[in-house]
């Protein structure tokens, strides 16, 4: 935190801290993309725009610890710009919605900031679909990935929804918590989900 916290300054790179851009020219093109994944756990598939080192993990840690709401254009736009390469089906764009600790913490939601992002970009609606029914009660972090699932499935329920839903978050670890929101976002009606983050870890 201490260490991000002195990295990052809005007026500076958060690779490289050259004044300017949050992300400069040279440490964009330096970022790896993440290969697209295809279904897993009722997410009908899941696209992610970097892989999570250097500048890009750099820029969401900037978002998410240091509530840096500048971080989140040139996430949602290398976002947006994988999405449109990827192509999608889906129809509205809605979010892995935050721990409320975190967002009042923050003063904003880090994964609601890059999907408007997002839906701006593609031209879709954003849409507040879902939320977290506080259901998950181990540490995540503590499970394999059977665990994680059962651990989180119930964590989330959703609005009802007719159209193939495009579900944002900033992170893909295991996928279970995609998972998590794509079975409530079905139970509610969503045809298919499709996940688009910032990386993939
Ligand atoms: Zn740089």
Redesign the pocket.
């Known amino acids: 935190m201490s260490a991000v916290r002195d990295l990052v300054s809005p007026g500076r790179?958060v690779?490289?801290r050259?004044v300017g851009a949050l992300?400069?020219r040279?440490?964009a093109a330096a970022l790896r993309p993440a290969p697209a994944g295809g279904p897993q756990d009722g997410v009908d598939r899941i696209v992610a725009a970097w892989s999570y080192e250097g500048?890009a993990r750099d820029l969401v840690l900037a978002l998410k610890l240091r509530g840096l709401r500048g971080a989140a254009s040139p996430l949602s736009a290398a976002m947006c710009a994988r999405g449109r390469e990827a192509g999608t089906l889906a129809r509205v764009v809605t979010w892995v919605p935050g721990r409320a600790r975190d967002v009042r913490r923050r003063g904003f939601d880090h994964a609601e900031a890059l999907a408007r992002g997002v839906a701006a970009g593609l031209g879709l609606p954003a849409r507040r679909l879902l939320a977290r029914t506080g259901a998950a009660r181990l540490d995540q972090t503590t499970l394999d990935a059977p665990g994680r699932r059962a651990n989180l499935s119930g964590a989330f329920v959703a609005r009802a929804c007719a159209a193939p839903v495009l579900l944002v978050d900033d992170v893909v670890t295991t996928g279970a918590t995609a998972a998590s929101c794509a079975w409530a976002l079905k139970s509610a009606g969503a045809p298919r989900v499709e996940a688009l983050v910032a990386c993939r870890a």
């Open positions: 790179c690779g490289c050259l992300l400069c040279a440490c500048a």
